[in-house]
């Protein structure tokens, strides 16, 4: 059974920073591409950034690029997704999810992990 389990969140003031954690269980994890997602109350899920599944390309939201940055580390089976500069904006539950490749659906999701950014 395939499973993915975030880690990291909490709250922080704005300017700060967190990085969450995916921990893929059940798949091997390499064969993947990796996506992070977020979801703020009220609000449609909305995609976050994404990283190829040997690591070497990544993708980034408007509203995150330049602060956010998502890595892996495949020998541990996660993922990883630094960020900076933290805004109330980036407020919500956050999300991994996987891929069997660019352009096709994220059908593999973890149960998410809140941030909350206090002004």
């Known amino acids: 059974q395939v499973q993915l389990v975030e880690s990291g969140g909490g709250l922080v003031q704005a300017g700060g920073s967190l990085r969450l954690s995916c921990v893929a269980s059940?798949?091997?994890?390499?064969?993947?591409?990796m996506g992070w997602f977020r979801q703020a109350p009220g609000a449609e899920r909305e995609f976050v950034g994404s990283?190829?599944?040997?690591?070497?390309?990544?993708y980034y939201a408007d509203s995150v690029k330049g602060r956010f940055t998502i890595s892996r580390d495949n020998a541990k089976n996660t993922g990883y997704l630094r960020m900076n500069s933290l805004e109330p904006e980036d407020t919500a539950v956050y999300y991994c999810?996987?891929?069997?490749?660019?352009?096709?659906?994220?059908?593999?999701w973890g149960q998410g992990t809140q941030v909350t950014v206090s002004s």
């Open positions: 059940g798949r091997t994890f390499s064969n993947y591409v």
């Open positions: 999810a996987l891929a069997s490749r660019i352009g096709v659906r994220f059908d593999v």
């Open positions: 990283i190829s599944s040997t690591g070497d390309t990544t």
